[in-house]
Protein backbone atom coordinates (compact mmCIF):
# COMPACT_ATOMS: atom_id res chain seq x y z
CA UNK A 1 0.00 0.00 0.00
CA UNK A 2 1.44 3.30 -1.09
CA UNK A 3 1.92 5.79 1.82
CA UNK A 4 0.01 9.51 0.69
CA UNK A 5 2.96 12.04 2.23
CA UNK A 6 2.42 16.07 2.79
CA UNK A 7 5.97 17.65 2.47
CA UNK A 8 6.77 21.38 3.50
CA UNK A 9 10.35 21.38 1.49
CA UNK A 10 11.89 25.06 3.28
CA UNK A 11 14.61 26.31 1.00
CA UNK A 12 15.83 29.62 -0.69
CA UNK A 13 15.52 29.19 -4.63
CA UNK A 14 18.79 30.79 -5.22
CA UNK A 15 20.89 28.41 -2.44
CA UNK A 16 23.01 26.26 -4.20
CA UNK A 17 23.08 23.57 -1.31
CA UNK A 18 19.12 23.70 -1.63
CA UNK A 19 19.35 22.56 -5.11
CA UNK A 20 21.59 20.01 -4.08
CA UNK A 21 19.19 18.93 -1.20
CA UNK A 22 16.05 19.06 -3.65
CA UNK A 23 17.82 16.87 -6.20
CA UNK A 24 19.33 14.13 -3.58
CA UNK A 25 15.37 14.48 -1.90
CA UNK A 26 13.53 13.11 -5.23
CA UNK A 27 15.96 10.57 -6.24
CA UNK A 28 15.01 9.33 -2.66
CA UNK A 29 11.38 9.46 -3.45
CA UNK A 30 12.24 8.13 -7.08
CA UNK A 31 13.41 5.24 -5.19
CA UNK A 32 10.61 4.87 -2.97
CA UNK A 33 7.82 5.16 -5.43
CA UNK A 34 6.46 1.98 -5.10
CA UNK A 35 5.75 2.66 -1.41
CA UNK A 36 5.69 6.85 -1.15
CA UNK A 37 3.80 9.30 -3.02
CA UNK A 38 4.45 12.50 -1.90
CA UNK A 39 3.17 16.34 -2.78
CA UNK A 40 5.87 18.77 -2.04
CA UNK A 41 5.01 22.08 -1.16
CA UNK A 42 7.98 24.43 -1.37
CA UNK A 43 8.24 26.91 1.70
CA UNK A 44 9.99 30.09 1.26
CA UNK A 45 13.68 31.12 3.66
CA UNK A 46 14.85 33.88 2.11
CA UNK A 47 18.26 33.65 2.70
CA UNK A 48 19.14 37.62 2.12
CA UNK A 49 16.46 39.35 2.60
CA UNK A 50 18.24 42.79 2.85
CA UNK A 51 20.32 42.17 -0.97
CA UNK A 52 18.73 45.34 -3.17
CA UNK A 53 17.07 44.89 -5.88
CA UNK A 54 19.74 45.46 -7.93
CA UNK A 55 22.05 42.64 -6.57
CA UNK A 56 25.10 42.37 -5.05
CA UNK A 57 28.32 41.13 -6.27
CA UNK A 58 29.17 37.05 -4.92
CA UNK A 59 32.28 37.87 -3.84
CA UNK A 60 31.52 40.76 -1.82
CA UNK A 61 28.34 39.20 -0.41
CA UNK A 62 29.86 36.35 0.68
CA UNK A 63 33.50 38.54 2.20
CA UNK A 64 30.51 40.99 3.93
CA UNK A 65 28.08 38.19 5.26
CA UNK A 66 30.56 35.80 6.95
CA UNK A 67 33.68 37.81 6.59
CA UNK A 68 35.77 35.35 4.45
CA UNK A 69 38.91 36.57 2.50
CA UNK A 70 38.28 37.06 -1.23
CA UNK A 71 40.06 34.11 -2.53
CA UNK A 72 37.51 31.78 0.10
CA UNK A 73 34.49 31.83 -2.49
CA UNK A 74 36.01 30.44 -5.21
CA UNK A 75 37.08 27.24 -3.14
CA UNK A 76 33.65 27.21 -1.41
CA UNK A 77 32.33 27.31 -5.35
CA UNK A 78 34.33 24.41 -6.66
CA UNK A 79 32.88 22.07 -4.10
CA UNK A 80 29.54 23.26 -4.69
CA UNK A 81 30.28 22.76 -8.51
CA UNK A 82 31.31 19.17 -7.71
CA UNK A 83 28.66 18.36 -5.44
CA UNK A 84 25.90 19.53 -8.30
CA UNK A 85 27.59 18.00 -11.03
CA UNK A 86 27.36 14.33 -8.48
CA UNK A 87 23.50 15.22 -9.13
CA UNK A 88 23.82 16.35 -13.10
CA UNK A 89 22.93 19.21 -11.94
CA UNK A 90 25.33 22.17 -13.90
CA UNK A 91 26.73 25.30 -11.13
CA UNK A 92 27.74 28.25 -13.08
CA UNK A 93 28.94 31.02 -10.58
CA UNK A 94 32.02 32.36 -10.93
CA UNK A 95 33.82 35.51 -8.99
CA UNK A 96 31.30 38.23 -11.42
CA UNK A 97 28.24 36.40 -10.52
CA UNK A 98 25.48 38.17 -8.77
CA UNK A 99 23.02 37.58 -6.05
CA UNK A 100 19.80 38.52 -5.61
CA UNK A 101 16.69 39.21 -3.52
CA UNK A 102 14.27 36.56 -4.18
CA UNK A 103 11.38 37.56 -2.21
CA UNK A 104 9.62 38.12 -5.56
CA UNK A 105 10.43 34.37 -6.76
CA UNK A 106 8.69 33.23 -3.69
CA UNK A 107 5.47 35.55 -4.88
CA UNK A 108 5.62 33.71 -8.07
CA UNK A 109 5.87 30.21 -6.33
CA UNK A 110 2.65 31.01 -3.71
CA UNK A 111 1.01 31.60 -7.09
CA UNK A 112 2.72 29.02 -8.89
CA UNK A 113 1.32 26.70 -6.23
CA UNK A 114 -2.28 27.74 -7.23
CA UNK A 115 -2.36 27.34 -10.84
CA UNK A 116 -0.59 23.78 -9.95
CA UNK A 117 3.12 24.17 -11.46
CA UNK A 118 5.09 25.43 -8.07
CA UNK A 119 7.45 22.49 -8.66
CA UNK A 120 8.27 23.03 -12.25
CA UNK A 121 8.36 26.59 -11.59
CA UNK A 122 11.15 25.98 -8.68
CA UNK A 123 12.87 24.11 -10.91
CA UNK A 124 13.22 26.69 -13.40
CA UNK A 125 14.80 29.41 -10.46
CA UNK A 126 17.04 26.78 -9.33
CA UNK A 127 18.14 26.72 -12.86
CA UNK A 128 19.17 30.13 -13.28
CA UNK A 129 20.81 32.95 -10.75
CA UNK A 130 19.75 35.68 -11.84
CA UNK A 131 16.02 35.88 -10.27
CA UNK A 132 15.17 39.47 -11.70
CA UNK A 133 15.07 38.26 -15.39
CA UNK A 134 13.30 35.07 -14.75
CA UNK A 135 9.70 35.86 -15.68
CA UNK A 136 10.04 35.28 -19.68
CA UNK A 137 11.17 31.05 -18.60
CA UNK A 138 8.36 31.28 -15.98
CA UNK A 139 5.84 31.80 -18.80
CA UNK A 140 7.22 30.03 -21.45
CA UNK A 141 8.70 26.77 -19.14
CA UNK A 142 5.78 26.78 -16.77
CA UNK A 143 2.56 26.94 -17.05
CA UNK A 144 2.16 30.31 -15.95
CA UNK A 145 0.79 32.82 -18.38
CA UNK A 146 2.34 36.46 -18.42
CA UNK A 147 -0.82 37.59 -17.24
CA UNK A 148 -0.74 35.22 -14.49
CA UNK A 149 2.93 36.31 -13.70
CA UNK A 150 2.20 40.24 -13.69
CA UNK A 151 -0.85 39.44 -11.49
CA UNK A 152 1.47 37.74 -9.08
CA UNK A 153 4.33 40.61 -9.12
CA UNK A 154 1.69 43.27 -8.63
Known sequence: ??????????????????VIGLQRFE???ANAAEAVEADIIFQPSELNPG???????LVGHTVE?????AVQPA???AMIRARCAEIGFTFNMSDESRIYNTFDAYRLLL??????????LKHVFSSR???PS??????TRTSLTRRYTRSALV
Open 75 to 77: ASR
Open 51 to 57: IPAAGQN
Open 1 to 18: MTQHLKIDFVSDVACPWC
Open 129 to 131: WDI
Open 65 to 69: KYGST
Open 27 to 29: QAL
Open 111 to 120: WAGIAGCQRE
Open 134 to 139: TSAPCQ
